[in-house]
């Protein structure tokens, strides 16, 4: 694993790109001439008399003190930074041609060789200090045989003919040399050590970079699984060194790397084929064939999907491969329920047909499977989840789904599976459960089932939406004793996080009326169902209201909050109005205050565009009487000519009114008359 990242199937797929060794032409015309001891050579390869006088002065190597290069651009430092002799060794490359870091290189010593000896290649010499790679210089020869091999664990390259080239690889590689069966070579050997003066690197150089990167362990692969991020690709491509269309011709490192990713046992291995249309990249846009490997046992239904899916949708820069060609494309096993799509993993988990679990061994894995890839997001400020429905795999993200399709699908499945642990796992992982008004039938559902002891502290820490506590509260004032026991227990805890999210809402009369039903309820009952059902046993109801009083503190008004948001006050009346004979004298006067300041401001008339108008009705209704109505009355004269108005006044039931109400419709009914 690389120092400076943490470990990635991404950096995986880097990794596996970096080479241990590179090959590269000079970008020069012809070889230098190079003065050996007090023998000067310009021509090459070298004559059998040179060769013969070279070795009988310098038996093994001709040190680097003894070695001058006259043409001196062709070796000097900015030769070896401006080519790429180095670049496959880049350890941080970008969409440059340059290598990334400064570097120096060292003359170790000139050698020739006649049998095949790898020591030739490899310095002997003290290095100098951040010394990463030796490159070798193979001039021009008449060397037949001596097949050069450079290792790294199980990462083997040989190269067959090495002439007038450079060769680099990493200092920790190991070199082998096949005998030479006619001829000779010579070569010139350097070290390459990083410059971090030149480089501006003020550090500690990573360790990863002085070595070939390794293949991950097994449980790095592992972790890396469990823990992928959701929102990127959902799979990486890694490139390969050999063209192969099987799994079973592969070499070399492409062979290890498959070997390790099958050790791990968690990821879809395919060999994907660029195609042989000739074309320089591979068309990020196309579906491109592939074989998956067997001992993957990939399901059927996510290899189907992934030949009808773009590539582009499965990993990123799969266009840089080139036609023809293959590449790897890995991804997690548990990202198949990411590929099928939220619809189609929901329908397999409700037909569960002949057991299929996806490969993952059991239902319950599925369901695990789907709670990480679907359901771990983020709140927007609402506090409902971000999007979620896939109904077919695809990378762009999908419009916002309805909230059954974000939440009630998976309920209703789990719930019919009736895996209290997976219930209990789906409440821990989805925080945006509480969605809506159907989770609220559901949790209903599932604490009546299985009893309230197991979910009371996720529901006292939910943070519910409004619709969900809206509709909890219908169904406990229409009787529902569980509902009610949930109400009573939970309301109180999940009040401040309502008045947040209402706040935040701009012009939205039902969300204010929804709280303040929520409001109402809490209001009416203020303690704990088996407390006051114990209480009413033995005290009439208006003590029972007083005890609790003195008991439970009152919690922030609606009222209140609502002062520093005008314009969601301006819905208070209407909210009101169903609740209006059952409120209390303070409460009323207190969202009337509030209200009032509002909608009687001047410059009224932009009620009309923000839809409080059937709010000044109500408010006018209720302040008949009173020494407000004057305000209320001059604001609504103002605004008469309106027809949503007189509709609204129209729709009203007369027959609960007032008299002093009666009397207010009656003018309020009547056209408006010009100023005389």
Not at 407 to 428: P, Q, R, W
Not at 590 to 602: D, M, Q, R
Request: aromatic share 10%; net charge negative; hydrophobic share 40%.
């Amino acid at each position: 694993m690389s120092d400076e990242d943490k470990y990635s199937l991404q950096t995986f797929a880097r990794d596996a790109a970096r080479v241990h060794c590179c090959r590269s032409n000079p970008n020069v015309r012809r070889s230098p001439t190079v003065k050996l001891g007090d023998l000067t050579v310009a021509t090459w390869p070298l004559s059998t008399e040179t060769v013969a006088a070279l070795i009988a002065a310098y038996p093994e190597r001709v040190p680097a003190k003894d070695v001058t290069v006259h043409n001196y651009h062709f070796f000097r430092g900015d030769f070896f930074v401006d080519s790429n002799i180095l670049g496959a060794l880049d350890p941080a490359p970008d969409d440059s041609n340059y290598f990334s870091m400064a570097y120096k290189p060292t003359l170790a010593h000139f050698a020739i060789d006649l049998t095949g000896d790898a020591s030739t290649l490899t310095p002997t010499s003290r290095p100098p200090p951040h010394t990463f790679a030796t490159v070798v210089y193979f001039f021009p020869s008449t060397c037949v045989g001596g097949a050069v091999t450079i290792s790294d664990d199980d990462w083997t390259t040989t190269f067959e003919a090495l002439d007038g080239c450079f060769l680099s690889f990493y200092s920790t590689c190991q070199v082998t040399v096949a005998p030479i069966t006619s001829g000779h070579r010579s070569v010139a050997v350097y070290y390459a050590a990083y410059d971090l003066g030149e480089s501006g690197w003020h550090d500690t150089v990573p360790t990863a970079w002085f070595a070939p990167r390794p293949l991950p362990s097994i449980q790095e692969l592992q972790d890396v699984a469990g823990h992928y991020d959701h929102d990127g690709s959902i799979g990486v491509a890694i490139g390969l060194e050999t063209r192969s269309s099987t799994f079973d011709s592969l070499h070399g490192r492409d062979k290890a790397i498959v070997d390790r990713l099958l050790a791990a046992d968690v990821y879809d291995i395919a060999l994907v084929q660029t195609g042989d249309d000739g074309k320089k990249h591979t068309d990020a846009n196309a579906a491109l064939p592939a074989s998956f490997h067997p001992l993957c046992a990939t399901p059927t239904l996510v290899q189907e999907i992934y030949h009808q899916t773009p590539i582009h949708e499965f990993a990123a820069d799969t266009d840089e491969y080139e036609s023809p060609g293959c590449f790897l494309l890995v991804w997690p096993k548990a990202a198949r329920v990411h590929i099928l799509g939220y619809n189609r993993l929901i329908a397999l988990l409700r037909a569960n047909v002949d057991g299929d679990d996806l490969g993952f061994g059991s239902l319950n894995s599925v369901f695990t499977a789907a709670f990480r890839y679907f359901y771990r997001r983020p709140r927007d400020n609402d506090g409902r989840g971000s999007s979620l429905n896939r109904s077919e795999f695809r990378s762009q993200e999908p419009e916002r789904p309805n909230p059954d399709q974000i939440t009630n699908k998976m309920a209703s499945v789990l719930y019919n599976h009736g895996d209290l642990h997976l219930i209990e796992t789906f409440l821990d992982v989805h925080d945006q459960w509480a969605d809506d008004e159907t989770m609220a039938n559901w949790i209903v559902a599932v604490v009546r089932r299985f009893g309230a002891a197991r979910f009371q502290h996720r529901l006292q820490t939910a943070h519910v939406t409004i619709d969900f506590a809206a509709h909890l509260v219908q169904l406990a004032t229409a009787g529902d004793v569980v509902a009610q026991s949930i109400a009573c227990d939970c309301i109180p805890l999940w009040w401040p996080h309502l008045l947040s999210n209402l706040v935040q809402t701009f012009y939205k009369l039902q969300r204010v009326s929804r709280v303040f039903d929520v409001e109402t309820y809490m209001l009416t009952h203020p303690m704990d169902l088996t407390a006051s059902m114990h209480l009413r046993r033995y005290l009439p109801e208006v003590l029972v209201h007083k005890v609790a009083a003195y008991l439970v503190a009152p919690p922030v008004s609606l009222a209140d909050a609502l002062r520093d948001r005008a314009h969601l006050a301006g819905y208070l009346p209407a909210a009101m109005w169903p609740h209006r004979n059952a409120l209390s004298q303070a409460r009323a006067a207190s969202c009337i205050e509030a209200a009032t300041e509002y909608l009687c401001a001047p410059g009224g008339g932009t009620h009309f565009s923000t839809g409080h108008l059937p709010s000044l009705v109500y408010l006018a209704l209720l302040t008949a009487g009173t020494p407000a109505f004057a305000k209320v009355d001059a604001a609504v004269q103002k605004l008469r000519r309106y027809a949503v108005f007189t509709s609204e006044c129209a729709g009203l039931d007369t027959a609960s009114l007032s008299t002093m109400q009666a009397l207010v419709m009656d003018e309020y009914m009547q056209p408006k008359q010009p100023p005389t």
